[in-house]
């Protein structure tokens, strides 16, 4: 019996669990999956009662990615690369290993066909999920990447931070509400909650006629995941533009943090079946 779990909060919308437990039939193993709900004043006691319940893992998401990293033994490369994790292992004697399995999920996501190397990349927003994003473009050997944000002065600390990591990179920052022309992109990344359902669904992060200036060849991907189809995604495909959804990074990063836990890689398929019919 596997006894699994996700912290964070708000957790209303998550699907995890549903995702999860379609993981656990696809291998076989009899687990459960329990959503937490954990406002940040309460993490301790929840790290304190995750570690005293017979807790074999848990998935950490917003807001607790980063201060999570403060109570864990040890990281994964992923983790120490992004900066915060999303995947906890509890060993034998309660320790905690922490992973991130946001970056996984997000270069997977990524076709095989689709040449970055070399190219120019764009990501909108510079929150937590923006971290993912730049790791898994730098591996897929893009040169540039391009932030846009609400906020500079904000974004101080993450750019130092990438290009800490990244010195092969160069990284820009600009003011999202005067975009520059995002022709030179051979990718645009949403790393914003815009579009996401409850929050501005009906709104997209760019205007209609910044996706009429991309490149044929460029590629959208959105990692809001519900709803599966937001408006970026759908205006992108009415212009022939290759798209990428947040789901397909949801599965894949879960797949990873399923194998992680238990030894064994679930059916990616049963899982996405079981996160459509959820949303």
């Known amino acids: 019996m596997v006894k699994l779990g996700i912290i964070g909060h708000p957790l209303g919308h998550s699907i995890s669990?549903?995702?999860?437990?379609?993981?656990?039939?696809?291998?076989?193993?009899?687990?459960?999956?329990?959503?937490?709900?954990?406002?940040?004043?309460d993490l301790i006691s929840r790290i304190k009662y995750l570690k005293t319940n017979g807790y074999d893992g848990f998935n950490v998401t917003i807001p607790l990615k980063v201060p999570m990293s403060l109570f864990l033994d040890d990281i994964d490369d992923y983790a120490n690369i992004a900066g915060c994790v999303n995947t906890v292992k509890i060993g034998l004697n309660r320790s905690f290993f922490g992973y991130n399995t946001d970056i996984y999920g997000f270069k997977k996501a990524i076709p095989d066909e689709l040449n970055l190397n070399g190219k120019t990349a764009s990501i909108l927003g510079t929150g937590g999920a923006s971290r993912a994003a730049v790791v898994g473009l730098a591996e897929r050997g893009v040169k540039n990447i391009d932030f846009y944000t609400r906020n500079i002065l904000n974004s101080e600390q993450l750019l130092n931070y990438v290009r800490d990591k990244f010195p092969e990179i160069e990284f820009n920052v600009y003011q999202i509400q005067n975009i520059r022309s995002l022709e030179e992109s051979a990718i645009v990344v949403n790393a914003t909650p815009i579009g996401m359902k409850g929050y501005m669904a009906d709104q997209m992060p760019l205007e209609r006629a910044d996706l009429d200036k991309l490149n044929p060849d460029c590629a959208v991907y959105d990692i809001v995941y519900n709803p599966s189809k937001t408006i970026l995604i759908q205006e992108a495909r009415k212009r022939g533009l290759k798209t990428i959804g947040g789901l397909d990074m949801l599965i894949y990063q879960a797949e990873r943090a399923l194998e992680i836990w238990t030894g064994k890689k679930p059916?990616?398929?049963?899982?996405?079946i079981a996160a459509l019919e959820a949303l």
């Open 17 to 41: 669990a549903v995702i999860q437990k379609a993981g656990l039939e696809s291998i076989g193993l009899d687990g459960t999956y329990d959503v937490l709900d954990t406002p940040p004043e």
């Open 267 to 272: 059916d990616t398929q049963a899982m996405k």
